[in-house]
C-alpha cells in the first residue's frame, strides 16, 4: 500500500477510535453562549473564540492569532485566525478555510425539549431524525468546523505533519450571525495575509438528503433593502380623511404588488440583463436528481397546488438560478390590541433579492429604489419615498470542472462510499462574495447538515453520522490536496 494510501488509513481509524473524545469537545465549544448579536454575550462570544483557538493550536497549528476587531478596535466580536505555512516539499493549493463560531438568539426558549446551551444527545427515533446533538449552534456551524479541526487532528497523527503538509490559512470569525459587520474591514486590512490563497474552504452548508452528500458549486447573491412611503405629517381620523387621501398602507401595497408580473417574472427594468441562463448540462443533472417539490410543500405544511414562482423553470431551477424578489416584512399604522381609526402618516417595507451570477448588488439596488420611486408618483402622487441600502452580497459559481472541487469530490467518495451530488443553494452566503471580489478567488461548500436540522430553530440539531461523515471527508480532502 502507497504510503499515502496508509496515511489515510491511520487517519480514518484515529477518528473512528476518537470519535467519543471528538463529540465531548463538540459539547465543550455548544456549552458556550456565544451569540453574537446580543451585546450581554460579549464575553461569552470571546470565550468561544478562545477555545478555538487552543484546539486548532492542539492541532499543531502554532500561528494562531485572536484578533480583536471594530472601530474603536475591540468593539466587534474577534476573528481566530491562523497560518499554516505546509511543508517545504508541499506543491498544491493554499487553501482558506473559513468558518463562524458565533450562534443565533435562542428564542423563543420554551419551544427547546432541552436547554440550548446544554448539549444533550439524542437517540434515532425510526423513521426519523437519527443519534444527534441538539443545541444552540450544533450545526450552524461549530459542529461543522470542529469537523475541520479534528480532521487535522486526525491527519497530524497519521502523517506526523501538520495540516498533513497542506498550506492552510484559517479564518474563523464571530460575527457571522448578526451581519460580519467587521470582516469586510478585516478581510482588506488583511489583504497581504490572504491574497495568495487559491480557493476558499467553507462548511457551512447541507447534503442532498440522509446519506447523500453533497457539494454545493454556486450560492445566489443578495441585496437587502428597507423603503417608507410617507404620506400625510400625521396620523390622521380616519373617518375625516377616509376617502379623502390615499392610505400609505394602501399605496405601499399597490406599489409593491406591482414587483411581479403574470408569469411571476421580476418587473424591474434591467433586473435580468445580467442573469446568466442554466445550461442544458446543468439542467440535465438537476433532473437526476429527481426533487420532489410537492413532498417538500408537505413538510411545511402546504399542499401542491402552492408551488408558485417564475413560469418556465422548475423549482430546483427557480432556487438555484434564477433571481428573486421578496417582501419580508411590511408595517404602518396601528397594530396593537383592540382599534385604532387611523390613516398612518407612512407606511415601511423590507425588499430583499436573491440574485444570481453576474448580477450586482449595488446595481439591483438602485434600479429598485428607480423603479419604486417612479411607482410611487403615479400610484400616490404627493407622497415621497425614503430608500435604505441595508446590505448586499455577490453570488458565486465554481465550476465544476475545477481541479479544488474534483480533489472534494473525490475526498466525499472515499470517505462516505457515495459520489456526491453537485447542488446550488437557493440561500447567499456573503463572505464568499467578498472572498471573490476582494481576493479573486472562489468557494467549495462542503458542508453536512440536512434540512430538518432546524438551522436558526429551536431544537437545532446535527447528526451524529453527519459530524462522521464531515470529519472523514475532510481528512480524505487534505490527503487530496498533497496529491494534487
Known sequence: MPTSDRAA??????LDENESASIQR??????????????????????????????????GITQVEVMPTGEPEG????????????????RGPH??????????????????????FQPEIKEAIPGGPGRRIVARGAVDDKGQVLMFIEALRAVRFATDKVAGGVKFTILIEGEEESGSVNLDRFVRDHKAALKDCDVCLISDTGMLARGKPAITYGV???????????????????????GRVMNPNLALAKVLSKLHDENNRVTIPGFYDKVIPISADE????????????DALKKIGLPQ??????????????????????????WGGYIGAGAKTVIPSHASAKVSFRLVADQDPAQITQLFFDWIKARVAEIAPGFTVECSDLHGGLGVTLPTDSVHLQAASRAIKRACNVEPALIKTG??????????????????????GLDDDRVHSPNEKFEIECFRMGARSHALFIDELTRL
Open 9 to 14: 488509513t491511520a487517519a480514518l481509524s484515529w
Open 26 to 59: 463538540l459539547i465543550d465549544w455548544l456549552s458556550i453562549p456565544s451569540i453574537s448579536t446580543d451585546p450581554q454575550y460579549k464575553v461569552e462570544v470571546k470565550r468561544a473564540a478562545m477555545w478555538c483557538a487552543e484546539q486548532l493550536r492542539a492541532a
Open 75 to 90: 468593539s466587534g466580536h474577534p476573528i481566530v485566525f491562523a497560518h499554516h505555512p505546509g511543508s517545504p516539499d508541499y
Open 95 to 116: 487553501v482558506l478555510f473559513y468558518g463562524h463560531y458565533d450562534v443565533q438568539p435562542v428564542d423563543p426558549l420554551n419551544l427547546w425539549d432541552s436547554p440550548p
Open 220 to 242: 445566489r447573491g443578495l441585496a437587502y433593502t428597507e423603503v417608507t412611503l410617507r404620506g400625510p405629517d400625521q396620523d390622521l381620523h380616519s373617518g375625516m380623511w377616509g
Open 283 to 294: 439542467r440535465a443533472a438537476w433532473q437526476r436528481l429527481a426533487f420532489d417539490q410537492t
Open 305 to 330: 397546488s402552492a408551488d408558485w414562482g417564475e413560469k418556465g423553470f422548475a423549482p430546483l431551477e427557480r432556487e438555484w438560478a434564477r433571481p428573486t424578489a421578496e417582501i419580508n416584512g411590511i
Open 427 to 448: 440561500g447567499s452566503i456573503p463572505v464568499a462574495g467578498l472572498l471573490k471580489s476582494e481576493l479573486g478567488i472562489s468557494t467549495i461548500f462542503m458542508g453536512f
